[in-house]
């Protein structure tokens, strides 16, 4: 056995462990194919075991490589915790959703006043059942959402904490009847088809969120249609098909559309902190911080009298407040 072992083979390692990709862990850790091969090969020797089963079609894990996954993970959990104390953390890679989304944005910039010693990259991907695959892979740190729409098998492996009851909305193309109210009764919804992000893989926690919203109320989610990526295309999209969109009150301003608030009741949207469970970087520690001081100056976690969250939403909100 060698007297020590390189981190950075470690890295390698794992890279390929989360991805049982080459090219993909290569792509991750923006290395060459090459290289990484070299290193995963360099360990395989120092260690004296095989740690992959490679072939043409697919990489897979041997049983000396299931058991080296949780010490490789340890081992540079210990090294991160080693190069925070003295200053010296990697940078966080934070997804806050879409550009323009107020509550995770305001949550990183108030985190990054808080720890300016530190580096927060910003990241723009909707949705957290698509972010919490790159969490748990270790490719994200941190992300925003709906904690209770994610399927149990992901929570188990995520910490999260609560952020926001974030009032929801209507984006509604010009023209529309209901664009002339300040607010949009829910029950004026009645008889409408809004879009939710039905057949997004990346949100099917905020379109399970739509269904039970919309549930007997006779308001239909809209069928799946081609993802939209960028104001513009949505933008277009939107003006084609003339669909209202479920939202949030902090939507970015869109042209062709105006946003109004739903009430009758006020539907929330649970919004939470999430990151990898035992993830330890200091600048987990700053977003908590800074969740935390908005929740109290913005009241974000005091839901309006009679505002609307599905049950489930309830209990892991309260459970962990």
Not at 14 to 33: I, N, S
Not at 86 to 107: E, I, K, M, W, Y
Not at 168 to 186: I, K, N, Y
Request: glycine share 6%; charged share 25%; proline share 8%.
């Amino acid at each position: 056995m060698p007297a020590h072992l390189d981190p950075r083979l470690l890295r390698a390692f794992l890279a390929v462990a989360e991805e049982l990709h080459f090219t993909r862990a290569a792509a991750r850790l923006f290395v060459a194919q090459q290289a990484l091969s070299r290193d995963v090969r360099r360990l395989e020797r120092e260690l004296g075991a095989e740690l992959f089963v490679r072939t043409t079609r697919q990489v897979t894990l041997t049983a000396d490589g299931e058991r080296l996954v949780p010490h490789a993970r340890r081992a540079l959990a210990a090294q991160d915790d080693l190069l925070a104390a003295f200053g010296q953390a990697r940078p966080l890679l934070v997804d806050v959703n879409s550009p323009g989304l107020g509550t995770g944005t305001r949550v990183l910039e108030r985190a990054r006043e808080l720890a300016r010693e530190y580096e927060f990259m910003a990241r723009y991907e909707s949705g957290l059942t698509g972010a919490a695959a790159d969490l748990l892979a270790g490719r994200l740190d941190a992300s925003f959402g709906r904690f209770a729409g994610l399927d149990p098998a992901l929570r188990a492996g995520l910490e999260h904490q609560p952020v926001r009851y974030e009032p929801m909305a209507v984006l509604l193309p010009e023209g529309h009847p209901l664009a002339e109210l300040d607010r949009v009764p829910l029950a004026a919804l009645a008889g409408e088809t809004v879009y939710a992000g039905a057949g997004n893989p990346r949100t099917p926690e905020w379109t399970d969120l739509a269904h039970q919203l919309f549930r007997d109320r006779d308001i239909a989610v809209a069928a799946p249609a081609p993802l939209a990526v960028g104001h513009e295309e949505f933008r277009r999209i939107m003006a084609k098909t003339r669909t209202p969109v479920l939202a949030v009150i902090d939507f970015p301003d869109m042209p062709g559309a105006v946003l109004r608030p739903l009430t009758d009741p006020v539907p929330l949207s649970p919004v939470s902190l999430v990151w990898r469970r035992g993830l330890a970087h200091p600048g987990i520690s700053a977003l908590r911080r800074a969740a935390a001081e908005l929740a109290v100056a913005e009241n974000w976690l005091r839901p309006p009298a009679g505002g609307w969250i599905p049950a489930s939403d309830k209990v892991t909100m309260r459970l962990h407040n």
